[in-house]
């Protein structure tokens, strides 16, 4: 049977790639978790890829995701196997093509330091989605375990204008419930969770309360459930315990904004048949045990496609 392809919001291969220059993406004996040959395998049609810098970067600098960017550009996308997806013609063309397609995000946007250029050069290098921060607070916003729990900044709230004119995406994944909300009250257009389960099963703190998954539902955002295994259950992950996160959030009206990303390459341990994203053959069985067609056609390619459809920039 021909597997349902698959659009995946969240993977730290190109953090591995950083930190491990000797890597090689087409390598199948690489040691990424999503690595072309896995990709393949599974039927992984579209990947983001994150810039993430490690916490031993206690000074980011702008130069640091040039760093990533032109990793992304020598090792990835160098031979025409996989596109990068800046546009709508992006997008449909890797769609109607054997190319595989990718998506650049920024998880912490603490080297843009408010600073409208960067963002714009950004844009110009292809990033289409940003997490401003990651656990920690920085100039714009507090992330999730920083202590304070306060918003936006001024200079953060300058930043969600900019990004939504240039057209790139907001991503609340990590963000403080305080920031959660300012996002929420700063912009009229839909943001995401790329890589965020339901708090109500796992009372992780980067998990998402069932106000802010409402919110995201009412925007027609996009949740994405993560196979991060504390974020699905405290003592005992398992695939059958990521459908109950796909369970809950479709019981509160998320059928639609319901998606993938998986942060394969960014966790240190993961659920046993779900290690990598060679092996989303396993979940995909799992969902067809429960779901119709037509559901798991949604949650694994879908409702990402008609997001993208819909904000990417049109050229």
């Not at 004996?29 to 810098?53: E, H, M, P």
């Not at 920024?106 to 600073?115: F, I, K, P, S, T």
């Not at 920031?179 to 339901?198: C, E, G, I, Q, R």
């Not at 479709?250 to 993961?270: H, N, P």
């Amino acid at each position: 049977m021909m597997r349902v392809r698959i659009i995946d919001g969240h993977c730290d291969a190109l953090y591995k790639m950083f930190e491990q220059p000797s890597i090689d993406f087409y390598d199948p004996a690489a040691g990424l978790d999503v690595s072309y040959a896995r990709i393949k395998q599974a039927n992984v049609k579209i990947q983001f890829f994150a810039i993430f810098l490690p916490e031993r970067i206690t000074v980011p600098q702008f130069d640091h995701y040039l760093e990533y960017i032109n990793i992304f550009y020598r090792k990835i996308t160098c031979d025409g196997r996989v596109r990068l997806i800046k546009n709508r013609d992006d997008l449909y063309a890797v769609w109607h093509s054997d190319q595989i397609g990718a998506i650049l995000t920024l998880e912490g946007a603490d080297a843009v330091q408010g600073n409208p250029l960067y963002t714009r050069t950004l844009y110009h290098l292809g990033v289409r989605f940003v997490g401003v921060t990651w656990n920690y607070g920085n100039w714009a916003a507090d992330g999730i375990l920083e202590p304070r729990q306060s918003g936006f900044s001024n200079r953060g709230k300058s930043f969600i204008k900019d990004c939504c004119d240039l057209g790139i995406l907001l991503d609340a994944s990590h963000l403080s419930a305080a920031a959660f909300w300012d996002l929420a009250a700063a912009t009229a257009k839909p943001f995401v969770a790329t890589h965020s389960n339901a708090k109500a099963l796992c009372g992780h703190p980067r998990n998402l309360d069932d106000d802010q998954l409402r919110e995201l539902i009412r925007r027609d955002g996009r949740i994405g459930v993560t196979f991060v295994p504390w974020f699905v259950d405290s003592a005992n992950a398992t695939i059958d315990g990521v459908l109950r996160h796909i369970d809950y959030i479709g019981a509160l009206g998320g059928e639609r904004q319901l998606v993938f990303g998986s942060d394969f390459d960014g966790i240190s341990r993961a659920i046993p048949n779900l290690e990598h994203a060679g092996q989303y053959v396993n979940l995909v069985d799992a969902l067809e045990k429960r779901y119709s067609g037509t559901q798991v056609q949604r949650f694994l390619n879908g409702n990402w496609f008609s997001f993208l459809e819909r904000h990417l920039p049109v050229h």
